[in-house]
C-alpha cells in the first residue's frame, strides 16, 4: 500500500529515452484554476488604473505569477508522477501559496508588497523541494537540481531580504531576483540539454496557459456588457472585441508549436528559452487586450476614446503581435526561413498599422476603434488562410531545424 502511496518521481526525457505520449494531467489542469483566479485579480487591478504607470505594474505583478505557472509546469515536464502521493500534496500546498499571492496582487507594489513578496518566496520554495526530491531518487537528474537550488534559492533569498527594506528599494530586490530566476536555466544550458523538457507535453501546457489568459477576455466583454443597458453599438464593440480575441488565438495556435524545444537536445538552449520567455509578452498583451475591450465597452456613452483606453487596447495587441513575430522566426514546422520571415513580416506591419492608430486615433469612437483593430487582426487571417493555399518558398523543416540546433 505504501508503494501505491508515496512513488518517487520519475524521469520523463532525456538523451537516451524515447519520449512517451502525454497530455495534462488532472492535477495540472486543476492547479491550473488557481491561475484562472491569479490573472482575473491582476487584470482588475490594472482595470482600476489605466495609464503607463498601471501597465508597468501589472506587467511587474505578472511576471511572478507566471514564472510560478512555468516552475511548476517545466518540473512536471521532466519528472512527473500524478499518482504519487508526495507530488499532490506539494501540489496543494502551493496552490494554497499561489491563491495567498493572488490575494495580495491588489496594492502589490503598495500596502500588500510584503504578503505578495512572501507567497511568491513560499512557491518557488516548494518547487525548489520538488527538484531536491527528484535528484534523491534520479542521480542523473542531481547536477540540475543542485544548480536550480542555488539559483532559485538566491532569488528566494532576495525576496525574503526584500520585506526588511523599504519602497522603492524593496522593488529593486524583486527585479534583481526575477532575472536570477530567469537566468537560472541559461546558466546550465548542458544540463537542460540533458533533461530537456517533453516536446509534446510543454506545447500543450503553454497552450493550455494562453487559453486561460484569453479566456480572461471573455470575462472582460461579460463585464463590460453587464455594467451597461444593452444596445446596438455596445453589442457590436462586444461582439468585434471577442473578434480581436478570436483571430489572435487563431494566430497563435495556427501556426506556432513547440518545434524550437527539440533543438534543446542538440545543445540548442538558447532557441528554446527565446521561445518560452517570448511566450510572456504574448500572456501580458493578451490580458492587457482583455482589460481593453472591457474600457472600450464601458466608453460607449462616448464619441471618442479616453487616451488611457485607447493605449491600453492598442498597446496590449501590438504586444499580442510582436511576440507572434519572434515566435514564428524560430518555429521551424512553418517552413523555410523564408516563409517564416514573411510571416513575421505580416505581424510587424500589422503591429506598425496599429502603433499608427494608437498615436493618431483620437478622433474613433470605441465603436470605430474596436472595428480597426478588429480589421487589422482579421487580415492576418486571411493572409494566414491564403498561404495555406500557396505557401512562400519550400517547406525545408528538417534543413532549418538543425541550422536552429547549431545555434
Not at 499518482?83 to 500534496?89: C, T, W
Not at 443597458?229 to 478570436?246: C, E, H, K, P
Not at 487616451?307 to 513575430?325: E, H, K, Q, Y
Not at 483620437?362 to 487582426?377: G, R, T
Amino acid at each position: 500500500m505504501t508503494q501505491t502511496l508515496w512513488q518517487p518521481p520519475q524521469l520523463r526525457v532525456g538523451e537516451d529515452r524515447e519520449e512517451e505520449h502525454r497530455h495534462a494531467t488532472w492535477l495540472e489542469l486543476f492547479f491550473d484554476l488557481v491561475f484562472v483566479a491569479a490573472i482575473s485579480e491582476l487584470a482588475y487591478s490594472l482595470s482600476q488604473n489605466v495609464s503607463l504607470e498601471g501597465y508597468s505594474e501589472f506587467a511587474l505583478l505578472f511576471i511572478p505569477v507566471w514564472w510560478s505557472w512555468v516552475g511548476a509546469t517545466f518540473y512536471a515536464s521532466r519528472f512527473d508522477c500524478d499518482q504519487d502521493l508526495g507530488h499532490r500534496l506539494l501540489t496543494l500546498l502551493q496552490m494554497v501559496l499561489l491563491v495567498v499571492l493572488a490575494v495580495n496582487v491588489h496594492h502589490g507594489l503598495g500596502e500588500s508588497s510584503i504578503g505578495y513578496a512572501l507567497s511568491y518566496a513560499a512557491v518557488r520554495v516548494v518547487t525548489i523541494v520538488e527538484y531536491i526530491r527528484a535528484a534523491y531518487y534520479i542521480p542523473i537528474a542531481r547536477p540540475m537540481a543542485k544548480l536550480y537550488t542555488v539559483g532559485f534559492g538566491c532569488s528566494v533569498l532576495l525576496w525574503v531580504i526584500s520585506v526588511f527594506v523599504p519602497i522603492p528599494w524593496r522593488f529593486t530586490l524583486w527585479v534583481i531576483g526575477m532575472i536570477i530566476d530567469l537566468a537560472t536555466p541559461r546558466m546550465g544550458s548542458r544540463l537542460v540539454a540533458e533533461i530537456p523538457p517533453h516536446t509534446e507535453h510543454l506545447p500543450e501546457r503553454m497552450g493550455l496557459f494562453t487559453i486561460i489568459v484569453l479566456g480572461e477576455s471573455i470575462l472582460a466583454v461579460v463585464r463590460g456588457v453587464s455594467e451597461r443597458n444593452w444596445d446596438v453599438s455596445s453589442a457590436v464593440t462586444a461582439i468585434l472585441g471577442m473578434g480581436v480575441a478570436f483571430t489572435l488565438w487563431w494566430l497563435y495556435f495556427e501556426t506556432v508549436d513547440g518545434s524550437p524545444l527539440k533543438a534543446i537536445r542538440s545543445g540548442g538552449v538558447s532557441i528554446g528559452l527565446v521561445w518560452l520567455y517570448t511566450h510572456l509578452p504574448l500572456v501580458i498583451g493578451l490580458a492587457g487586450v482583455g482589460v481593453g475591450v472591457e474600457h472600450l465597452v464601458l466608453d460607449k456613452g462616448k464619441d471618442w476614446v479616453p487616451p488611457g483606453d485607447r493605449w491600453l487596447f492598442c498597446g496590449s495587441v501590438i504586444l499580442c503581435l510582436l511576440a507572434l513575430a519572434g515566435l514564428h522566426l524560430i518555429t521551424c514546422s512553418l517552413g523555410s526561413s523564408k516563409r517564416r520571415r514573411i510571416l513575421a513580416a505580416y505581424r510587424l506591419g500589422a503591429a506598425a498599422f496599429v502603433l499608427a492608430i494608437a498615436f493618431s486615433g483620437e478622433a474613433l469612437s470605441p465603436l470605430a476603434l474596436c472595428l480597426v483593430i478588429a480589421f487589422a487582426c482579421g487580415v492576418q487571417v486571411i493572409i494566414d488562410l491564403q498561404e495555406k493555399l500557396h505557401p512562400y518558398g519550400s517547406m525545408k523543416v528538417e534543413t532549418d531545424q538543425k541550422v536552429l540546433e547549431k545555434d
